[in-house]
């Protein structure tokens, strides 16, 4: 080796030695946000502030929440479709507002497929079909049979026009052949007060926040979704068992980013939530309050949203819903 080529590789070295301490892709070097697009108490922000803590161990870094609710959950979804695609703005939703949203709003200010990249599938949750006390039924029976003899129909307290709680009465009044009048309310949280109060009579609503209060006697289950019967409410039986239309029915709680992250940063958040969902501490507190955690995969819930889209879309479509 001559003088010249030997200063050359004597200057290389040092580049090559520094290598390893160089920032890789999937490192995490800030704060990272999970942005919940519904106000503070529904599904979604409980399960955000169960996991932030020891999802920040996980990645080296703090991880806040963020509430951005509004326009259906699109505020929030549309912040995180326009933030930087570097994992560390996440956004945490039922993805029925995903699936939905194509069918509900004439335009959208993102590309649902373009600008959003699914990440971990977080918990699955059945809905419960609650009543208020006063109503004069025991069981789903009676409500079916009570609800085809109210003038103008039940009033159905729902999270939201077009959200899944809204699907699942159009489906139960078709069933039952009887007249429905749908309630929307600004998120789960609220339909359930209604019902409380006794300004409705009757609500679909995810068992993470529904199942507390029918336990608790402040309202009267009627069924659940799902394929099994609830273990805190076992006496309420499926809409399966009943015979009664389940689009898919339930919340199925996802973490997505934006569309253009790396795939080095999603295989790592991805690793790393499901990871933390199957905590023991984690589990249980998921299974406490009425939900199962779904951790298979950025695959597995996009296959999942492509379902639900196809599944709600008719439904959307039959009933002639849309959201100016």
């Not at 951005?68 to 326009?82: E, P, Q």
């Not at 600008?115 to 059945?126: C, R, S, T």
């Not at 109060?197 to 009757?202: F, H, I, K, R, T």
Request: glycine content about 8%; proline content about 7%; charged content about 15%.
């Amino acid at each position: 080796m001559n003088r010249r080529s030997l200063l050359k590789a004597t200057a290389a070295t040092p580049l090559l030695l520094a290598a390893p301490t160089v920032a890789r892709a999937q490192d995490f070097t800030q704060t990272i946000r999970i942005i919940v697009p519904n106000a503070p108490g529904g599904t979604s922000d409980i399960l955000a502030r169960l996991i932030a803590t020891p999802l920040g161990r996980a990645l080296g870094q703090s991880v806040v929440i963020e509430n951005r609710a509004g326009a259906g959950g699109n505020i929030g979804a549309d912040y995180v479709a326009k933030s930087r695609p570097d994992g560390h703005t996440m956004l945490l939703l039922d993805i029925s507002v995903l699936a939905t949203d194509p069918f509900l709003f004439p335009t959208l200010p993102f590309n649902i497929e373009r600008d959003l990249a699914p990440v971990q599938m977080v918990i699955y949750a059945p809905y419960i079909l609650a009543v208020n006390n006063a109503l004069p039924v025991q069981n789903a029976a009676e409500l079916a049979a009570y609800a085809k003899q109210v003038p103008g129909g039940l009033n159905a307290a729902n999270s939201g026009t077009g959200t899944l709680s809204h699907l699942v009465t159009l489906s139960l009044a078709s069933a039952w052949g009887a007249e429905m009048t749908a309630v929307p309310y600004r998120g789960g949280a609220p339909s359930l007060m209604a019902l409380v109060s006794n300004e409705a009579n009757l609500t679909v609503a995810g068992a993470t926040q529904s199942q507390a209060f029918v336990v608790n006697g402040q309202m009267r289950g009627i069924a659940v979704t799902g394929p099994h019967r609830l273990a805190a409410v076992p006496d309420l039986p499926t809409f399966r068992e009943l015979g009664w239309p389940e689009p898919d029915s339930g919340t199925w709680q996802g973490l997505l980013v934006q569309g253009a992250t790396p795939p080095a940063v999603i295989a790592r958040l991805e690793r790393e939530i499901r990871t933390v969902l199957n905590e023991p501490a984690i589990k249980a507190r998921i299974t406490e309050l009425g939900g199962e955690v779904q951790a298979d995969g950025a695959e597995s819930f996009r296959t999942r949203l492509v379902a639900q889209t196809e599944s709600y879309g008719r439904i959307i479509r039959a009933n002639n819903i849309r959201i100016e």
